[in-house]
């Protein structure tokens, strides 16, 4: 079993920076990869970043490309999102996700674990 908590979001003008957490707790030698996900009101929800288990890999969606980074520290059991010159589209609950093996993926269905969200609004 994998429990994920999400930090970070919260209110940010246009232009500014956010960076979520994500604290994953999952069972000692257990293995996983590690998407962002997000999900404005009335869309779908949308991939946005992934990370593979040893952090070399890395995939984002096309449209955040240079604005968003994704980062992971084992150590510390967490997974980063960094967002940078955000824009008022990107408002938005924002959730982690992960998914067992090593490699990452950009699918919804491809991911077995959730977090419950965090808010993210941009203001213009």
């Known amino acids: 079993q994998v429990q994920l908590v999400e930090s970070g979001g919260g209110l940010v003008q246009t232009g500014g920076s956010l960076r979520l957490s994500c604290v994953i707790s999952?069972?000692?030698?257990?293995?996983?990869?590690v998407g962002w996900f997000r999900q404005a009101p009335g869309k779908e929800r949308e991939f946005v970043a992934a990370?593979?288990?040893?952090?070399?890999?890395?995939h984002f969606a096309d449209s955040l490309k240079g604005r968003f980074t994704i980062s992971r520290d084992n150590g510390k059991n967490t997974v980063y999102l960094r967002m940078t010159t955000l824009e008022p589209e990107d408002t938005a609950i924002y959730y982690c996700?992960?998914?067992?093996?090593?490699?990452?993926?950009?699918?919804?269905?491809?991911?077995?674990?959730w977090g419950q969200g965090t808010q993210v609004t941009v203001s213009s």
């Open positions: 996700a992960a998914r067992r093996g090593a490699t990452v993926r950009d699918k919804v269905y491809e991911y077995n674990y």
């Open positions: 999952a069972s000692t030698g257990s293995t996983y990869a």
């Open positions: 990370i593979s288990w040893n952090g070399l890999s890395t």
